[in-house]
Every structure is written in structure tokens, then in C-alpha cells.
């Protein structure tokens, strides 16, 4: 069973601090990795993909890979409390490019 | 346009019902995905169409039926459901590169309520 696992938290941060959050896979062979963002009640929207090792940026959000540990993170600068969400992280699995395997999420609270 | 539309947003149904969930999109995505979502748990697969054709059927039971009638519909058909499928129902789609896992762009979903 292929896995890909998350802090539930919540986590809790005060507003204009950075959120770090992160994921940890365990199929070696995945190749694409996702962070989508879902509001309760609502479905999950693309946040950022990363497919390289490093750092990708994107306004506020980096998202950064390191497939040697098997990890990925997202940060968040300057939270805002509408950034208080739950961050599903997706992983591609290997030798079915298809499918993707989600984290339970991590809830973010942004306190005002 | 990375819209995916879903229809109905609710839905409450007995257990000898028959229904239907619809979901479509305009992208030119030649992959479509219906995920089922219980609460405070991650989106779990349920089928992938690729090109109008099923690619991957996650053991789901067999009251829960497919069909893709074209590459911008999806249904779900629904019969015989249990109180346990009640859930929210999602659908996705995406680019099928054939090479790397892309983006899947996911509709509002549908509330199902099994009584």
C-alpha cells in the first residue's frame, strides 16, 4: 500500500507568519507531486504542482521536493486568514501515472 | 476556463433508488476521474476514463456504474446504494500527457445522502 502521509493538526499560525507544512511518500517512483487547497464543504483546488527536485515559487506558496527523503512542503508566506484551509498533498504512483494518492490534509488556522 | 461543472449539488436518495451524478467539463481534458469523499478524509479514487475508455476501477462495488459518454461527460450511475455510500461524490479531469501524472481540475462535487 502506497502511502503518502501528513500532520492532521490543525496547525495554528498568526497572521503575516509563514505556514510550513509538510508530506512524506513512501513509493519511490513517484514523479509529480501536488498541494491542493480545500475549504470545508467545498472540493480541492490546485494550489501547486512540482515534478523537480528544489524550490518553486509562486506569489506567497513554495512548494519544495526532495525525492531522496521522500518529502515535499509547502510554504506559506504572510498568511492570511483566508489562507485557513485543510492542504491535501498528492502524489503520483509509479507505473500508473493516472492515479494519485492523497494525504489525510493538514487543517491550517491563520489567527487575526 | 479550468471550469468542471457537476450537477445536482445535493442529493438524497433511498436505497432502492436509481440516480445518476453528471459532471463535464471544456477543457479538451482527455482524462476524467469520480473520487468519493467522506468527511475529514482525503478524496479516495473510484474510476478513470481515459480517451472515453475505463482505465482504472478501484474494486468499487458494482452498484456504483460508469459511463463516459463522450470526452467532455462523465456519469456516475447509482443503484442499490447502502446508507454508508452517502458522501461527497467529486469529479476531476486533466491533460492525459501518457507520460506524467497532470493537474486534475476538480467540479464543486455532489452531496449524497443515502436514506
Known amino acids: 500500500q502506497k502511502e503518502v502521509e501528513q500532520n492532521s493538526g490543525p496547525l495554528s499560525v498568526p497572521e503575516g507568519a509563514i505556514a510550513s507544512l509538510n508530506c512524506t511518500y513512501s513509493d519511490r517512483g513517484s514523479q509529480s507531486f501536488f498541494w491542493y487547497r480545500q475549504y470545508s464543504g467545498k472540493s480541492p483546488e490546485l494550489i501547486m504542482f512540482?515534478?523537480?527536485?528544489g524550490d518553486k515559487e509562486d506569489g506567497r506558496f513554495t512548494a519544495q521536493l526532495n525525492k531522496a527523503s521522500q518529502y515535499v512542503s509547502l510554504l506559506i508566506r504572510d498568511s492570511q486568514p483566508s489562507d485557513s484551509a485543510t492542504y491535501l498533498c498528492?502524489?503520483?504512483?509509479?507505473?500508473?501515472?493516472?492515479?494519485?494518492?492523497f494525504g489525510i490534509g493538514t487543517k491550517l488556522q491563520v489567527i487575526p | 476556463d479550468t471550469e468542471v461543472t457537476q450537477t445536482p449539488k445535493h442529493l438524497v436518495m433511498g436505497m432502492t433508488n436509481k440516480k445518476s451524478l453528471k459532471c463535464e467539463q471544456h477543457?479538451?481534458?482527455?482524462?476524467m476521474y469520480w473520487y468519493k469523499q467522506k468527511a475529514k478524509k482525503p478524496p479516495e479514487l473510484m474510476f478513470v476514463y481515459s480517451y472515453e475508455k475505463l482505465s482504472i476501477n478501484e474494486s468499487v462495488p458494482s452498484r456504483f456504474s460508469p459511463e463516459c459518454p463522450n470526452s467532455s461527460l462523465l456519469n456516475l450511475h447509482l443503484h442499490a446504494l447502502q446508507p454508508e455510500d452517502s458522501a461527497l461524490y467529486l469529479c476531476a479531469s486533466s491533460q492525459e500527457s501518457g507520460q506524467v501524472a497532470e493537474t486534475q481540475y476538480f467540479g464543486p462535487g455532489t452531496r449524497l445522502l443515502v436514506l
Open positions: 512540482i515534478y523537480s527536485n
Open positions: 477543457m479538451g481534458h482527455r482524462a
Open positions: 498528492a502524489v503520483s504512483a509509479s507505473g500508473g501515472y493516472q492515479k494519485v494518492t
